[in-house]
């Protein structure tokens, strides 16, 4: 499926193949709070990082590197590469290098309508904020740290890998 997605003021266009377009997971990590604003939900949709366009504006795209800070490690710079608009500050894909053929970008960023996720994993929750009301009942699926499945394994699990 070929997804359309631009930034809030839009400086910044693109467009790339998604093999997960069904947006299958809330992430409550203060990583996606603190960079997308309040429930930021970044690697929820895949797509062929090959495949990825910039149709307009890759001079206002900017990157960060989250800082990792875990109980007991070092703090440290993570490689996953965080697309932003420079102008509004629109979150728009993640990129991790250590998985070179993945893109993952916001679903927040994509234009083009997404199928709705027969079941969402509430995922993070032991890094949420207090304030944060989690989504509770039927459909909603809550792991304290990440899934056990990877994003293609949900696709694949709820018949979603063909679409």
């Avoid at 996606?32 to 797509?47: M, P, Q, V």
């Avoid at 970008?105 to 199928?115: M, N, Q, R």
């Avoid at 993070?124 to 207090?130: D, F, I, P, S, V």
């Amino acid at each position: 499926m070929v997804l359309e997605g631009s930034c809030h003021c839009g400086a910044v266009r693109f467009s790339l193949e998604a093999h997960g377009p069904v947006p299958f997971m809330h992430c409550h990590c203060s990583i996606c709070r603190k960079t997308a604003g309040s429930g930021g939900y970044g690697i929820n949709l895949g797509g062929h990082a090959a495949t990825l366009k910039i149709r307009k504006g890759a001079k206002q795209l900017g990157c960060y590197h989250a800082v990792l800070r875990e109980p007991g490690k070092r703090a440290r710079r993570s490689p996953a590469e965080r697309r932003f608009c420079l102008k509004c500050g629109s979150p728009l894909w993640l990129y991790d290098p250590r998985w070179p053929e993945l893109i993952h970008p916001h679903a927040s960023a994509i234009d083009t309508p997404l199928p709705r996720p027969p079941e969402v994993v509430e995922a993070g929750l032991a890094y949420a904020a207090g304030w944060v009301d989690v989504p509770r009942g039927k459909g909603h699926r809550h792991v304290q740290q990440w899934p056990d499945e990877s994003l293609a394994e949900w696709h694949e699990r709820h018949g979603l890998d063909r679409l």
